[in-house]
T-cell receptor
Framework: DTGVSQNPRHKITKRGQNVTFRCDPI?????LYWYRQTLGQGPEFLTY????????KSRLLSDRFSAERPKGSFSTLEIQRTEQGDSAMYLC?????????????FGPGTRLTVT | DQQVKQNSPSLSVQEGRISILNCDYT??????FLWYKKYPAEGPTFLIS?????DKNEDGRFTVFLNKSAKHLSLHIVPSQPGDSAVYFC????????????FGKGMKLTVNP
């Protein structure tokens, strides 16, 4: 069990550029989540996949954000035309969604800095 | 509106003593609660969880208590160890849908040797 992995771990980009992050969940988990964490705050939900279907998106996810999970395996989160306010830690989590345990397991995160 | 609140930003305890971390929530629909520990530059690590049908769950040195009427939960760590020093997040979810987690702002625990 290799856990949840995320790449890259750090990304520095200039305002207006596009960035893409990747998440590889725990292999047997069919649920995948993206969260964003800013300084002094807890993680905030962005979007949720069950297998390849994106079933829920937060209002935080503006039109510049898009997420995919082709074939229900890894997921990508793309931010277009980045803004300084997008600077944050982007966290991916996965879960089996099976009772009685519903815990989500997090990856190490991708820290985005927009200059 | 903060649905999950951790009102104390930090706690300092001596090694070997009990650490008590508190969390309050406002949404009565929450029925599953979790505690995560986070070290700098790492993702949150799951510690322990509790369903709303229980009022206590124990795992080794960690015990979570749930008081539904008060919409309050607490995490007890006994005995506290220096390696427990981290930021602790309380989270809540509603089962049956996406089960997305709603987090508090976190509390920094420092365990002094």
């Amino acid at each position: 069990d290799t856990g949840v992995s995320q790449n890259p771990r750090h990304k520095i980009t200039k305002r207006g550029q596009n960035v893409t992050f990747r998440c590889d969940p725990i292999s047997e988990h069919n649920r995948l989540y993206w969260y964003r964490q800013t300084l002094g705050q807890g993680p905030e939900f962005l979007t949720y996949f069950q297998n390849e279907a994106q079933l829920e998106k937060s209002r935080l996810l503006s039109d510049r954000f898009s997420a995919e999970r082709p074939k229900g395996s890894f997921s990508t989160l793309e931010i277009q035309r980045t803004e300084q306010g997008d600077s944050a830690m982007y966290l991916c989590a996965s879960s089996s969604g099976l009772a009685p345990s519903y815990e989500q397991y997090f990856g190490p995160g991708t820290r985005l800095t927009v200059t | 509106d903060q649905q999950v609140k951790q009102n104390s930003p930090s706690l300092s305890v001596q090694e070997g003593r009990i650490s008590i971390l508190n969390c309050d929530y406002t949404n009565s629909m929450f029925d599953y609660f979790l505690w995560y520990k986070k070290y700098p530059a790492e993702g949150p690590t799951f510690l322990i969880s509790i369903s709303s049908i229980k009022d206590k769950n124990e795992d080794g040195r960690f015990t979570v208590f749930l008081n539904k009427s008060a919409k309050h939960l607490s995490l007890h760590i006994v005995p506290s160890q220096p390696g427990d020093s981290a930021v602790y997040f309380c989270a809540a979810s509603i089962q049956g849908g996406s089960e997305k987690l709603v987090f508090g702002k976190g509390m920094k625990l420092t365990v002094n040797p």
